[in-house]
């Protein structure tokens, strides 16, 4: 069974040039979460979505930031325009809806670097 | 608000050697615990799921125990390898989300 995706694995651009980061979650997962990880810290939550709608965006720097899941499968991450300060990981993760039981699978992530 | 830490944030040990890995919690009104492996350039690998009624999992040489009371989570590991090193990362969800909420990390090496 083919885990959670992303594309693509590395992407260098210019400061105020827009990216854009790809997600397909497990088959089957109604919940998707995008999370930004700097160097030596641990992953912090961007968005969270349950099938289509967005549940858990208070972390999102809506200035610039924006994602939506058409369909409630595949989901998109987009900043316009990038900042220097935005170079990090950002990891998608799927999981079954629910609470006490339900395991979260993450994507290899996407390593942004704007210069 | 949620906060998670782990301690030691770095750990080298010789092979062989059994090692324990500390995970705290502030809010004790969790769902469920998680152990993440991520080696570096990588995503995280889910190692082990605790259910909030649950003592503790076991996986292999891993094996994680829960005190949702005081807060506290271990991970233990036996017989450590090489293959081992990577940063361990704990995640709860609960405590007023259902977002996953990451400590910092213990970055593990195992000395051959």
């Known amino acids: 069974e083919a885990g959670v995706v992303q594309s693509p694995r590395y992407k260098i651009i210019e400061k105020k040039q827009p990216v854009a980061f790809w997600c397909n979650p497990i088959s089957g997962h109604n919940t998707l979460y995008w999370y930004l990880q700097n160097l030596g810290q641990g992953p912090e939550l961007l968005i969270r979505?349950?099938?289509?709608?967005?549940?858990?965006d208070s972390q999102l720097p809506k200035d610039r930031f924006s994602a939506e899941r058409l369909k409630g499968v595949d989901s998109t991450l987009k900043i316009q325009p990038a900042e220097l300060g935005d170079s990090a990981v950002y990891l998608c993760a799927s999981s079954l809806t629910g609470t006490a039981n339900t395991e979260a699978f993450f994507g290899q992530g996407t390593r942004l670097t704007v210069v | 608000k949620q906060e998670v830490t782990q301690i030691p944030a770095a750990l080298s040990v010789p092979e062989g050697e059994n090692l324990v890995l500390n995970c705290s919690f502030t809010?004790?009104?969790?769902?469920?615990l998680q152990w993440f492996r991520q080696d570096p350039g990588k995503g995280l690998t889910s190692l082990l799921l605790?259910?909030?009624?649950?003592r503790e999992q076991t996986s292999g040489r891993l094996n994680a125990s829960l005190d949702k009371s005081s807060g506290r989570s271990t991970l233990y590991i036996a017989a450590s390898q090489p293959g081992d090193s990577a940063t361990y990362l704990c995640a709860v969800k609960g405590g007023g989300s259902e977002k996953l909420v990451f400590g910092k990390g213990t970055k593990l090496t195992v000395n051959p």
């Open positions: 605790i259910q909030s009624s649950q």
């Open positions: 809010d004790s009104a969790i769902y469920n």
């Open positions: 979505y349950e099938n289509e709608e967005a549940v858990d």
